[in-house]
């Protein structure tokens, strides 16, 4: 079992930056891949940022390429989000997600997300 906690939301201008954290409980932390996705009111949840476990590589959705940068810390057991240059469009409740394999339209586990507002 493995439990995910967000933090670091809240309310920015346009422009600014934040960054997000995702704690992982669990010792196995390492074999999971990790995703960022985000929810917008009246809209369906979208991919952001992940990681791959096996060629470590990250990727992005192109909305937020070259202003997000993902990162992890396994001694941590905690992923990153950096955001910056941010819009009013990335107004969102930001989720956390991990899988150990399959795609990311059905991880394994969700954390509670985090409010993301960005005012014009």
């Known amino acids: 079992q493995v439990q995910l906690v967000e933090s670091g939301g809240g309310l920015v201008q346009a422009g600014g930056s934040l960054r997000l954290s995702c704690a992982a409980s669990?010792?196995?932390?390492?074999?999971?891949?990790m995703g960022w996705f985000r929810q917008a009111p009246g809209k369906e949840r979208e991919f952001v940022a992940a990681?791959?476990?096996?060629?470590?590589?990250?990727y992005y959705a192109d909305s937020v390429k070259g202003r997000f940068a993902f990162s992890r810390d396994n001694a941590k057991n905690t992923v990153y989000l950096q955001m910056n240059s941010l819009k009013p469009e990335d107004t969102a409740v930001y989720y956390c997600?991990?899988?150990?394999?399959?795609?990311?339209?059905?991880?394994?586990?969700w954390g509670q997300g985090t409010q993301v507002t960005v005012s014009s």
């Open positions: 997600a991990a899988k150990r394999g399959g795609s990311w339209s059905s991880p394994d586990y």
């Open positions: 669990g010792r196995t932390f390492s074999y999971y891949a």
């Open positions: 990681d791959s476990r096996s060629f470590g590589n990250t």
